[in-house]
Every structure is written in structure tokens, then in C-alpha cells.
């Protein structure tokens, strides 16, 4: 049974970091594309970043654009988030997931997710 596990999330002032992580095991094909997704109370799940197989393609929501990294390494199953430069609207629960295919968006693409870790950014 596949399972995807988040870690590295808290409580961070407007301005912080944090580095968020995904352990994937009990799968022996790689997914083609690991993504980040938020969501916030009464909002619907969100976009945040995605990366193909190789790492060479990334994409990100606009609002994350030059604050949040996405990276994957291969041989740990493992793909990370770093988040620099938190502002309040960043505040959520992070989930990751993973699918076979091209990077998405959409959420409803990605076949596999984690149970969510809780980002704070407090101002």
C-alpha cells in the first residue's frame, strides 16, 4: 500500500522559512510527477508546485513564484518543498501528492496524497 507522508510544517512569523518534506514508500515506480497542494479553511484545495520525473521541469502557482522551491530526490522517493519569505495568505494545510503523467494543477489528476501537515505564518 502506497503512502505519502508530510513533515516539516509549524508555526512561522511573516518573513520565515520552512522546508517541507515527502516520504514516499510502498511503491516501486516512481510517480512522473510529485505536486504541492494547499488548502485553507473554506477554501478550496489549491495549486502550489509541481516536479517531473528528472527534476527538470518545475511549475508554480503565481503566488508562489520566487518564494517557494520544489525538488525531488529520486533515489529517497522523497520531494521537498523550501518556502522562504512566508506571508499570512500562505497559511494552510500542505498536502502532497503524486501521479503518473505530465505536471497538472489540477488536483484532480493526481491519483495519490499524504495526510497534510499545517503551516502557520503568524504576523
Known amino acids: 500500500q502506497v503512502q505519502l507522508v508530510e513533515s516539516g510544517g509549524g508555526l512561522v512569523q511573516v518573513g520565515g522559512s520552512l522546508r517541507l518534506s515527502c516520504a514516499v514508500s510502498?511503491?516501486?515506480?516512481?510517480?512522473?510527477?510529485m505536486g504541492w497542494f494547499r488548502q485553507s479553511p473554506g477554501k478550496e484545495r489549491e495549486f502550489v508546485a509541481a516536479i517531473g520525473w528528472s527534476g527538470s521541469f518545475t511549475h508554480y502557482a503565481d503566488s508562489v513564484k520566487g518564494r517557494f522551491t520544489i525538488s525531488r530526490d529520486v533515489a529517497k522517493n522523497t520531494v521537498i518543498l523550501q518556502m522562504n519569505s512566508l506571508k499570512a495568505e500562505d497559511t494552510g494545510v500542505y498536502y502532497c501528492?503524486?501521479?503518473?503523467?505530465?505536471?497538472?494543477?489540477?488536483?484532480?489528476?493526481?491519483?495519490?496524497w499524504g495526510q497534510g501537515t499545517q503551516v502557520t505564518v503568524s504576523s
Open positions: 501528492a503524486g501521479r503518473y503523467g505530465v505536471i497538472t494543477t489540477s488536483k484532480d489528476d493526481y491519483r495519490d
Open positions: 510502498g511503491r516501486t515506480l516512481s510517480y512522473n510527477t
